[in-house]
């Protein structure tokens, strides 16, 4: 099975701030067909996860441009910059290249 | 509009069964993979099961295996989870999940909770 490790699992943050995500993986994640499959997701209290960034480095329909993936291989990385409060939550990045397997997820929080 | 509604969820005591339904709607169902994502009370996201667009393919999670068995009616749009030999470690909310080719969409989710 595919360990993903994502850290850190608690990140303070001032609004207006930047801040970055990593999640790494146990092996790559370059699909057969070339694709990388790995995305990222946002889950605000009390409410299902939503999808930011599809494939590494694609946003997701109505995701603002301050959210950005980046990475290849085994090592991905979400930036998020000019942090808003509708930005905190926990996030978890998601491979779905092998079956599917979550980050233990980074909670996104004011100082 | 997709849109994925869970029922089935409730209290149940442990090595009982429950099943959970996800009706589904705004895509053509009968064309993509549908899975069960759980979440236990303040813990992380969980994949749980998956199955292929005709049914024909099925994945579990190890710690299920045996125990929890997904299905599906394309003629109905609908997506089950027959969860037998319950556990407390079963307790969670449960997400009805997919992927239309880029899009990921998910449920509100359902709780289930294992006690006696």
């Known amino acids: 099975d595919v360990l993903m490790t994502q850290t850190p699992v608690s990140l303070p943050v001032s609004l207006g701030g930047q801040v970055s995500i990593s999640c790494r993986s146990s092996q790559s994640l370059v699909h057969s067909d070339g694709n990388t499959y790995l995305h990222w997701y946002l889950q605000k209290p009390g409410q299902s996860p939503q999808l930011l960034i599809y494939?590494?480095?694609n946003r997701f329909s109505g995701v603002p441009d301050r959210f950005s993936g980046s990475g290849s291989g085994t090592d991905f990385t979400l930036k998020i910059s000019r942090v808003e409060p509708e930005d905190l939550g926990v996030y978890y990045c998601l491979q779905s290249t092998h079956f599917r397997t979550f980050g233990g997820g980074t909670k996104l929080e004011l100082k | 509009e997709v849109q994925l509604v869970e029922s089935g969820g409730g209290l149940v005591q442990p090595g009982r069964s429950l099943k959970l339904s996800c009706a589904a709607s705004?895509?053509?169902?009968?064309?993509?993979?549908m899975a069960w994502v759980r979440q236990a009370p303040t813990k992380g996201l969980e994949w749980v099961a998956s199955?292929?667009?005709?049914?024909?393919?099925?994945y579990y999670r190890d710690s299920v295996k045996g125990r929890f068995t997904i299905s599906r009616d394309n003629a109905k749009s609908s997506l089950y989870l027959q969860m037998d030999s319950l556990r407390s470690e079963d307790t969670a909310t449960y997400y009805c999940?997919?992927?239309?080719?880029?899009?990921?969409?998910w449920g509100q989710g359902v709780m289930v909770t294992v006690s006696s």
């Open positions: 999940t997919t992927e239309v080719t880029d899009a990921h969409y």
């Open positions: 705004g895509f053509t169902f009968s064309d993509y993979y």
């Open positions: 199955i292929s667009y005709d049914g024909g393919s099925t």
């Open positions: 494939r590494v480095s």
